[in-house]
């Protein structure tokens, strides 16, 4: 009998690692309508899954090997247009929420979640409606009138975020100490922060940069 009709749910569990694999399983077979039909460590394996056992609702990471999360839903998408996805992941960066959304995700949620929401939200995405929980749809909000930060803005926060002073930005990119200075204050205005520190610190936390290696 086709899952929709039978009421059960079935699930595809995609993360990078094998414990949170186990652990979802766990704690989704606990219920009495999921059942979980495969899993996988990255988004190739992921399609392989979906290939041999068709599922309702994805539930994976933002962050994995060989393929990043915005462009597995969308890979995933293609395969199966009514395909729901729910992704669980440590990131809540603006850029990777807004990304995931952008690319069709229907849920998103951290992995510090109580269970129950975890289970919650699978049901609900299965039902073909969002779940994103209220302190991320507050932050996206919050977001939406914040003026974006250019590339070459970007740039320069990245070296920043190196330890490097504006001067040393100045040589690195070859503009002057006043060009590279006023890029530096205007990156500080658009994060509203206070001083380089902070502006590196919510640039990665709103996931617009990486912390350098």
């Known amino acids: 009998m086709h899952a929709e009709l039978s009421g059960r749910i079935r699930v595809l569990i995609v993360d990078d690692h094998p414990v949170v694999r186990l652990g979802l399983r766990t704690l989704l077979e606990s219920v009495g309508n999921i059942e979980v039909t495969g899993m996988a460590g990255s988004a190739r394996e992921a399609m392989l899954e979906i290939r041999r056992v068709p599922s309702d609702v994805v539930l994976m990471d933002m962050r994995m090997p060989e393929m990043g999360g915005a462009e597995a839903i969308l890979a995933l998408r293609r395969m199966q247009p009514d395909m729901r996805i729910l992704v669980l992941t440590n990131y809540e960066g603006d850029e990777y929420i807004v990304r995931a959304l952008q690319a069709g995700a229907m849920g998103y949620l951290l992995k510090s979640a109580p269970q129950a929401e975890i289970v919650q939200a699978v049901q609900t995405v299965h039902a073909n409606q969002r779940f994103v929980p209220p302190h991320i749809t507050k932050r996206l909000l919050e977001s939406i009138g914040r003026e974006e930060l250019s590339q070459r803005e970007l740039e320069i926060l990245t070296l920043v975020a190196k330890g490097m002073t504006n001067k040393e930005v100045a040589d690195a990119l070859g503009i002057s100490d006043k060009t590279?200075?006023?890029?530096?204050?205007?990156?500080?205005?658009?994060?509203?922060?206070?001083?380089?520190?902070?502006?590196?610190?919510?640039?990665?936390?709103r996931g617009l940069i990486q912390l350098p290696e």
């Open 180 to 205: 590279a200075r006023n890029h530096v204050a205007s990156c500080l205005m658009k994060l509203g922060a206070s001083d380089r520190t902070e502006a590196v610190t919510t640039a990665i936390r």
